[in-house]
């Protein structure tokens, strides 16, 4: 039971290893369903889910003969007015890297597409850590990984038998978090 806490663990520690490393998430606007006036995506709902952060890529897809992407106000994500857009975009497959917090109001210029609900609001709450290069561990990397906490682990309760106590606890201690 003790070892199936540990394992619980060290997944625990090495989940939030990988979340605080990875950076540059991609996120596809609507998902699956992508960028699309179809089967009433709620985007505000799909936006309350996810995390955004700086550096952080925003993917519309979409058909572009039937849809486009404009950068808009506050005030014209609100009144759907896409008369004077920062920005647009009509590739079909356009990523977005977010440079800023706060908010960042995308909506689909086509008439009565935004009407429709094809806007979304990206939220921006924090500033992410400085980008590392060893970034974005890829799933093999997470398995091989798993391991190797455990032998660090290991090694301080060998250390306790001739040493002080306290001492290879405060190892235990600093190796697990040094590894989460
Ligand atoms: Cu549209």
């Not at 950076?23 to 699309?36: F, I, L, M, P, R």
């Not at 908010?103 to 008439?111: A, E, N, Q, S, W």
Request: hydrophobic share 45%.
């Amino acid at each position: 039971m003790a070892s199936v806490i540990r394992v619980l663990a060290l997944l625990v520690a090495t989940m939030a290893m990988v979340l605080q490393v990875s950076n540059a998430t991609v996120y596809k606007v609507g998902d699956s369903a992508g960028w699309t006036t179809m089967g009433n995506v709620n985007y505000k709902e799909w936006a309350a889910t996810k995390t955004f952060r700086v550096g952080d890529v925003i993917k519309f897809a979409y058909n572009a003969q039937f849809h486009n992407v404009l950068r808009v106000t506050h005030a014209m994500y609100r009144s759907c007015n896409a008369s004077v857009p920062l920005e647009s975009f009509s590739t079909g497959n356009d990523t977005i890297t977010i440079k800023t917090k706060g908010h960042h109001f995308f909506l689909c210029g086509v008439p009565g597409h935004c009407q429709a609900g094809q806007k979304v609001d990206i939220n921006v709450r924090n500033v992410s850590t400085a980008p590392t290069p060893s970034a974005l561990p890829s799933p093999t990397a997470i398995t091989a990984k798993t391991p190797a906490p455990s032998s660090n682990m290991a090694a301080p309760h060998k250390f306790v038998k001739g040493q002080s106590a306290l001492l290879g606890l405060t190892i235990a201690t600093l190796s697990f978090f040094v590894s989460s």
